[in-house]
């Protein structure tokens, strides 16, 4: 069954400390990955995307890595700021055919001052 | 500026009333897609529009009628709604391939928070 799994649920941490969020997965055939950030109240905003042939992508702040072998991504927060403060949703899409979407639940990330 | 637009924001509605969400998309995408979001759980799939067709109905009742008249614009008419209809409905949209849909980043709006009385 494919399925994606985010852990932890929830984090607390302050302002200017790094954290990791995890995704681990099983979706198979795998063809990408993303993270997207949702404020409260918004949508879902996207922050990275990966093949399977690619093992970090940066964007800004935002560092994700994947490794294709133990089904696993992380995303990786640097300095966090106050605005970081969101849930952080895992999106793994398979292929067989035609394209699937699989959601994982998200991880709610607080940063206080 | 997310160039998805969902209107109305917010939506109260009684169980016996018929209303209906409407997304706009002003990126030039073929594909458009209803999402539904409830707390704590991962968002659902409902519709999918791949130049104007219909390509996915994943098991969605009824009560809830899609409707995409061009490529730009995507609607959800409700009627007879439950309780557990409660959610946040999000719509994307995305640049479709010969292969389907799943390859392209999807651009969200900020969806339609609706509650069933």
């Known amino acids: 069954k494919n399925q994606v799994e985010q852990s932890p649920q929830s984090l607390i941490i302050l302002e200017g400390k790094n954290c990791t969020l995890q995704?681990?997965?099983?979706?198979?055939?795998?063809?990408?990955l993303r993270w997207y950030k949702q404020d409260t109240g918004r949508g879902p905003v996207s922050l990275t995307i990966?093949?399977?042939?690619?093992n970090t992508k940066s964007n800004g702040r935002y560092t994700a890595t994947l490794d294709a072998d133990t089904k696993q991504s992380s995303l990786h927060i640097t300095a966090s700021q106050l605005s970081d403060s969101a849930s952080y949703i895992c999106?793994?899409?398979?292929?067989?055919?035609?394209?699937?979407?699989?959601f994982g639940t998200g991880t709610r990330l607080k940063v206080l001052a | 500026e997310t160039g998805v637009t969902q209107t109305p924001r917010h939506l109260v509605m009684g169980m016996t009333n018929k209303k209906s969400l409407k997304c706009e998309q002003h990126?030039?995408?073929?594909?458009m897609y209803w999402y539904k979001q409830s707390a704590k759980k991962p968002l659902e799939l409902m519709f999918v529009?791949?130049?104007?067709?219909?390509?996915e109905n994943n098991s969605v009742p009824s009560r809830f009628s899609p409707e995409c008249p061009n490529s730009s614009h995507l609607f959800l008419h409700l009627h007879t709604l439950q309780p557990e209809d409660s959610a946040l409905y999000l719509c994307?949209?995305?640049?479709?391939?010969?292969?389907?849909?799943?390859?392209?980043?999807?651009?969200f709006g900020d969806g339609t928070r609706l509650s069933i009385l």
């Open positions: 994307a949209s995305s640049q479709a391939s010969g292969q389907g849909w799943g390859n392209q980043p999807q651009h």
């Open positions: 990126l030039g995408h073929n594909a």
């Open positions: 529009y791949n130049f104007k067709e219909q390509t």
């Open positions: 995704c681990n997965y099983t979706v198979s055939p795998f063809s990408n």
């Open positions: 999106v793994v899409s398979a292929t067989s055919g035609t394209y699937k979407y699989i």
């Open positions: 990966m093949t399977f042939s690619e």
